[in-house]
């Protein structure tokens, strides 16, 4: 079955412990991005990946990292996180060129993160 | 740069009654059109979408959105709306193309009434 697995899926922790939250797609999808969802904000975009070693900031990436070893897996790393990085946080990916890219995002089913 | 303006924030309309959920769009260059969907406690998932041709675009669960260019507008419909439809829904677009970027609105939120 196609799809983006996020683990954890709820997460509990107190500023300034690291974590990271990864994300793994079966797809063989070139492009990966990570999404924070708030309340009135919509989704907004964290970072994103084109291809392996490819990586780039998108709207709101302060406060987090990211790596692309694999094609598969986008991990999101948040080195010393603070109480406003609580948000529910959403993998996707999709193609990146060919006929078949349309712009269809895939999402994982999100990541709910506490930091207190 | 391109943006996305959802005009509703929360929309209540009564099980059976029909919906308009409003999306319109800004770019100078051509664009695809997306609606995703997220039901409670999930991820988003792809509703409908325009790339080119017919500007009247079906979509799964009897929802359907018309691409209109000169007003720049995007809406999504249903005829007759279900208790299952209850969820939030996101329009969104991307410059078409190759790569680029997604750029979603801030969502609006169907309830539906029994």
């Known amino acids: 079955e196609a799809q983006v697995t996020q683990n954890p899926r709820y997460l509990i922790t107190v500023t300034g412990k690291k974590l990271t939250v990864t994300c793994s797609q079966n797809?063989?999808?070139?492009?990966m991005s990570w999404y924070r969802q708030d309340p009135g904000l919509g989704l907004r975009q964290i970072y994103y990946?084109?291809?392996?070693?490819?990586?780039d900031k998108g709207d709101v990436p302060e406060g987090y990292k990211v790596s692309r070893k694999e094609k598969r897996n986008f991990p999101l790393i948040l080195e010393s996180p603070s109480p406003n990085q609580t948000s529910l946080y959403f993998c996707a990916s999709r193609l990146r060129t060919g006929e078949a890219n349309t712009g269809e995002l895939f999402f994982g089913e999100g990541s709910r993160l506490t930091v207190l | 740069a391109q943006s996305v303006t959802q005009l509703d924030s929360q929309v209540p309309v009564f099980e059976e009654a029909p919906v308009e959920l409003r999306c319109n769009y800004s770019?100078?260059?051509?664009?695809?059109l997306f609606w995703y969907v997220q039901y409670p406690n999930q991820g988003l998932q792809l509703l409908l979408k325009?790339?080119?041709?017919?500007?009247l675009v079906k979509g799964i669960n009897g929802f359907e959105a018309e691409f209109n260019k000169s007003q720049t507008s995007f809406h999504l419909r249903k005829p007759s709306v279900h208790i299952s439809d209850t969820a939030e829904y996101f329009c969104a677009v991307m410059r078409s193309g190759g790569y680029q970027k997604v750029t979603f609105g801030i969502g609006t939120k169907l309830q539906v009434i029994p």
């Open positions: 990946s084109m291809n392996v070693e490819v990586t």
């Open positions: 770019s100078s260059v051509s664009v695809y």
């Open positions: 325009y790339l080119s041709g017919s500007t």
């Open positions: 797809m063989n999808h070139e492009y």
